[in-house]
């Protein structure tokens, strides 16, 4: 039976130079708009599918729907303008 000693293990994160350290990190900033996009489109979902569900509340879910695409636009209208800046 072999048997390993502490010596011979191999530690790949400690021998490699850590070369792509800026490419591998994860742009927090972007992260959270993306997940923001992704909660605002399952709500806006989740409110259609009940406005089908429930036509008599059609009235109650149309303006959560509404404030919700409007609120998707504005975010898309300041991340265009936010990347035009950063130009």
Do not use: W
């Amino acid at each position: 039976m072999m048997t390993l000693q502490k010596d011979n293990i191999c530690n790949c994160k400690i021998n490699l130079p850590d070369k792509n350290a800026q490419e591998n990190e994860v742009n927090k900033e972007e992260l959270c708009r993306k997940i923001c996009e992704n909660i605002l489109q399952s709500l806006l979902e989740g409110y259609e599918d009940l406005m089908q569900k429930h036509p008599e509340k059609t009235g109650e879910f149309q303006s959560k729907i509404n404030e919700i695409k409007k609120q998707m636009q504005g975010n898309q209208i300041n991340n265009k303008v936010e990347k035009i800046l950063s130009l």
